[in-house]
């Protein structure tokens, strides 16, 4: 059991984001929805930030994500970085990601 | 009703009335039940599939101290088997060697752990036990070695208000993810106490200031939720988020009812489970459609353009303040009646005695009427 950590984590392209383990990410065939657990809240995510959530295992870089949202989006990297790291920054704020 | 009604999201399952610690602020009702009342294991089972099936995504198993229920794994494990996210509300005194990890095995998804003080002395007052909050700091350790996400639930009152900021310490360096600083509901026990819990108005203000403060402070690093208290508020809450809109809860005997207090407007029938399916009670019961929506709204909810924001607040609490539960909660400034909240208030201070202990209490007991005594000895 260790203290919490008491600074307040960033993101950077070298981050490998990975759900919190008080979460679950599950499809919810009651709504035909995905559904995001936590202990209070439920949340409901679009289609987007589903592609950024499912690559938050750990093991994708947030480089290598941008680049591979880019190409599922064909979109430009530079264009969608941006997007990516602020949702995923909010999301770490939010206690839902580590980073 | 015109609108369709949707599935609900959360239940709270309240799995008994027991409990060792007697906490004065405590919301279930003050007529408590006793374990021979308590709904049996399969009947919970047969509870948690049914919600399962009708789209519940989670539920808070709480009570009374839910550890005491010796089937609490199986519980846990019948939910996660069928992808319900499960919270345990604990007190976090007197769990056996080994339940945690069996909790954990099982599938349980998140702790949440009650501190009644920041300080021992504060703790075992208010929860009238000795030694409690060396327990609850010794369950902490083991849930975070069980390897759980831990919530840290502080019940905000007179008597502990000067401590929030030793609170957001205390969960800190218990490694929580969370934090709830929860100024107390005025329900059941609570509404009993409701003068000896009273803050003061000033200490109110300095509490709003360091929570809002902590929050900036420490975003990314532990999430704070801040529960203020309703008689200082200028709108009420969204109550449940609506009255049977998205959760709903059962009591030990399987009753199922809208919020925890609903016991309280007696004009409601509330069914069983067992008497009637979980589906049929959601969909149908006269006490689940009396404030679903906002047809059954008076003025001023009626043209307010905060309706399906607050959804007319807590039905309970009407009732409790102005005696017709489909009135505006008195919390709301367009309610007639919110000057009763600040006049409650400072009626709560001006009987207050200089000396801050909580003699002034009604400690929460089962069955407070003593019973005869050859039943208490079994020589009947």
């Given at each position: 059991?260790?203290?919490?950590?008491?600074?307040?984590?960033?993101?950077?392209?070298?981050?490998?984001?990975?759900?919190?383990?008080?979460?679950?990410?599950?499809?919810?065939?009651?709504?035909?929805?995905?559904?995001?657990l936590?202990?209070?809240?439920?949340?409901w995510?679009?289609?987007?930030s589903?592609?950024?959530?499912?690559?938050?295992?750990?093991?994708?870089?947030?480089?290598?994500?941008?680049?591979?949202?880019?190409?599922?989006?064909?979109?430009?990297?530079?264009e969608?970085?941006?997007?990516?790291?602020?949702?995923?920054?909010e999301?770490?704020?939010?206690?839902l990601?580590?980073? | 009703?015109?609108?369709?009604?949707?599935?609900?999201?959360?239940?709270?399952?309240?799995?008994?009335?027991?409990?060792?610690l007697?906490?004065?602020?405590?919301?279930?009702?003050?007529?408590?039940?006793?374990?021979?009342?308590?709904m049996?294991t399969?009947?919970?089972?047969?509870?948690?599939?049914?919600?399962?099936?009708?789209?519940?995504?989670?539920?808070?198993?709480?009570?009374g101290?839910p550890?005491?229920?010796?089937?609490?794994?199986?519980?846990?494990?019948?939910?996660?088997?069928r992808?319900?996210?499960?919270n345990?509300?604990?007190?976090?005194?007197?769990?056996?060697?080994?339940?945690?990890?069996a909790?954990?095995e099982a599938g349980?998804?998140?702790?949440?752990l009650?501190?009644?003080?920041?300080?021992?002395?504060?703790?075992?007052?208010?929860?009238?036990?000795?030694?409690?909050?060396?327990?609850?700091?010794?369950?902490?350790?083991?849930?975070?070695a069980?390897?759980?996400?831990?919530?840290?639930?502080?019940?905000i009152?007179?008597?502990?208000?000067?401590?929030?900021?030793?609170?957001?310490?205390l969960?800190?360096s218990?490694?929580?993810?969370?934090?709830?600083?929860?100024?107390?509901?005025?329900?059941?026990?609570?509404?009993l106490?409701?003068?000896?819990?009273m803050?003061?108005?000033?200490?109110?203000?300095?509490?709003?200031?360091?929570?809002?403060e902590a929050?900036?402070?420490?975003?990314?690093?532990?999430?704070i939720?801040?529960?203020?208290?309703?008689?200082?508020?200028i709108?009420?809450?969204?109550?449940?988020?609506?009255?049977a809109?998205?959760?709903?809860?059962?009591?030990p005997?399987?009753?199922?009812?809208?919020?925890?207090?609903?016991?309280?407007?007696?004009?409601?029938?509330?069914?069983?489970f067992?008497?009637?399916?979980?589906?049929r009670?959601?969909?149908?019961?006269?006490?689940?459609?009396?404030?679903?929506?906002?047809?059954?709204?008076?003025?001023?909810?009626?043209?307010?353009e905060?309706?399906?924001?607050?959804?007319?607040?807590c039905?309970?609490?009407?009732?409790a303040?102005?005696?017709?539960?489909?009135?505006?909660?008195?919390?709301?400034?367009k309610?007639?009646?919110?000057?009763?909240?600040?006049?409650?208030?400072?009626?709560?201070?001006?009987?207050?005695?200089?000396?801050?202990?909580?003699?002034?209490?009604?400690?929460?007991?089962?069955?407070r009427?003593?019973e005869?005594?050859?039943?208490?000895?079994?020589?009947?």
């Amino acid at each position: 059991m260790t203290e919490a950590s008491r600074v307040r984590a960033v993101v950077s392209m070298q981050s490998r984001p990975i759900l919190k383990s008080h979460t679950r990410l599950q499809y919810d065939r009651v709504r035909e929805a995905w559904a995001l657990l936590s202990p209070e809240r439920v949340f409901w995510p679009n289609e987007v930030s589903l592609d950024i959530l499912r690559l938050c295992d750990g093991r994708h870089s947030v480089a290598l994500m941008i680049s591979l949202l880019a190409d599922q989006y064909a979109a430009d990297e530079a264009e969608i970085a941006p997007d990516v790291t602020g949702f995923l920054q909010e999301w770490s704020d939010k206690f839902l990601v580590t980073l | 009703m015109n609108e369709p009604v949707l599935p609900p999201i959360g239940m709270l399952a309240e799995l008994t009335h027991r409990c060792p610690l007697q906490c004065a602020y405590c919301s279930n009702p003050v007529e408590l039940l006793k374990a021979n009342r308590e709904m049996d294991t399969a009947g919970w089972l047969s509870l948690f599939e049914q919600a399962a099936d009708l789209g519940v995504l989670q539920v808070h198993l709480s009570g009374g101290e839910p550890t005491l229920r010796p089937d609490l794994e199986e519980l846990i494990a019948c939910l996660a088997r069928r992808g319900v996210y499960t919270n345990l509300i604990t007190a976090g005194v007197g769990i056996a060697d080994g339940r945690i990890e069996a909790w954990a095995e099982a599938g349980l998804d998140h702790i949440q752990l009650s501190f009644q003080g920041a300080f021992a002395a504060t703790t075992e007052k208010i929860g009238n036990s000795r030694g409690a909050h060396e327990k609850k700091l010794e369950t902490a350790r083991r849930v975070r070695a069980a390897g759980l996400p831990l919530t840290i639930n502080a019940p905000i009152h007179r008597h502990n208000m000067e401590e929030v900021p030793d609170f957001i310490e205390l969960a800190l360096s218990l490694g929580a993810e969370r934090l709830e600083i929860a100024n107390v509901q005025y329900a059941g026990w609570a509404l009993l106490n409701r003068k000896a819990l009273m803050p003061e108005r000033e200490a109110v203000e300095r509490q709003v200031q360091i929570v809002e403060e902590a929050q900036e402070r420490l975003r990314g690093i532990m999430t704070i939720d801040f529960v203020t208290p309703d008689y200082f508020a200028i709108y009420p809450k969204p109550c449940m988020g609506g009255w049977a809109r998205d959760a709903f809860m059962v009591a030990p005997d399987g009753t199922v009812l809208p919020c925890h207090a609903a016991g309280t407007i007696k004009s409601l029938h509330f069914e069983r489970f067992g008497d009637w399916s979980l589906s049929r009670i959601w969909h149908e019961s006269s006490a689940f459609n009396a404030f679903r929506g906002t047809s059954w709204m008076q003025e001023p909810c009626r043209s307010c353009e905060r309706q399906e924001i607050d959804w007319g607040g807590c039905r309970c609490q009407a009732m409790a303040i102005a005696g017709d539960a489909a009135a505006t909660d008195p919390a709301c400034i367009k309610s007639p009646l919110h000057a009763r909240m600040g006049a409650l208030i400072n009626e709560a201070i001006s009987t207050k005695t200089a000396d801050t202990t909580p003699d002034a209490f009604t400690y929460r007991r089962i069955g407070r009427v003593t019973e005869p005594r050859a039943f208490q000895n079994g020589s009947i």
